[in-house]
């Protein structure tokens, strides 16, 4: 079975400094995605990038990245110039053929 | 265009009574899901829909828990003698469709407290 795991259920940052979210997933298929979800404090959550296992370049969005480790199976997320607004839960997510799984989701809080 | 919406926003109830969460997700999306959110806990599966398919039930906790979606558009969740142990945010998304690649879009959630 799928499984997909966040192992930092909170992290801080500096504002503008750069900070990296960890994800690790199991799966037996070859061909899914993966994605990083945001849900800042009023609750909405809204996708941040997402990345196919097909593609070996790793997916960029203005300040944030993926770093995707096929082989070892790893999905972290690169936030740069971190801001205020980053403040929020992000919850890794894997989609494949059967099911979409969620991790547990790492709280990031933004220092100023 | 509109996004998902759910409600009520928040509902607290005693324990015992049944619930209903309706959710309207996005003009034309066929896949809708629910999640319930604990605190401290990621988003758990609890049902799907796609089409004119039948929904896929695989995370419903109990059979206290049933959903239905009328006319491939409105979706409502129903908890019937609720317990304590069912607070939680009740989270709805939908998409285009269940392919592996759609994000989906979420609703802001409705609060459930059982007292």
């Known amino acids: 079975a799928q499984t997909v795991t966040q192992s930092q259920p909170e992290m801080s940052v500096q504002e503008a400094e750069t900070v990296t979210l960890s994800c690790t997933y199991d799966?037996?298929?070859?061909?899914?995605?993966l994605f990083w979800y945001k849900q800042p404090p009023s609750r909405q959550m809204i996708l941040v990038i997402r990345?196919?296992?097909?593609?070996?370049q790793n997916a960029t969005e203005n300040r944030f990245s993926v770093n995707f480790q096929k082989a070892a199976k790893s999905f972290s997320l690169k936030i740069s110039d971190s801001q205020l607004g980053d403040a929020a839960m992000y919850f890794c997510?894997?989609?494949?053929?059967?099911?979409?799984?969620f991790g547990k989701g790492t709280r990031l809080h933004i220092l100023p | 265009g509109a996004g998902v919406s759910q409600s009520p926003s928040n509902k607290v109830t005693e324990k015992g009574k049944d619930v209903e969460l309706r959710c309207d997700p996005i003009?034309?999306?066929?896949?809708l899901y629910w999640y319930r959110q604990s605190l401290g806990q990621g988003l758990e599966f609890l049902i799907y829909?796609?089409?004119?398919?039948?929904?896929?039930k695989s995370g419903l906790p109990s059979d206290r828990f049933s959903a239905e979606r009328t006319g491939g558009s409105v979706s409502t969740l129903t908890i019937q003698r609720t317990q304590q142990e069912d607070s939680a945010v009740y989270l709805c998304?939908?998409?285009?469709?269940?392919?592996?690649?759609?994000?989906?879009?979420f609703g802001p959630g409705t609060r459930l407290t059982v007292l």
């Open positions: 997510a894997y989609s494949g053929d059967d099911k979409i799984i």
């Open positions: 003009s034309g999306h066929t896949a």
């Open positions: 829909f796609q089409g004119n398919s039948a929904p896929d």
């Open positions: 998304a939908s998409s285009p469709e269940r392919v592996v690649y759609n994000e989906q879009f």
């Open positions: 799966t037996s298929e070859s061909d899914y995605y």
């Open positions: 990345q196919e296992a097909y593609k070996q």
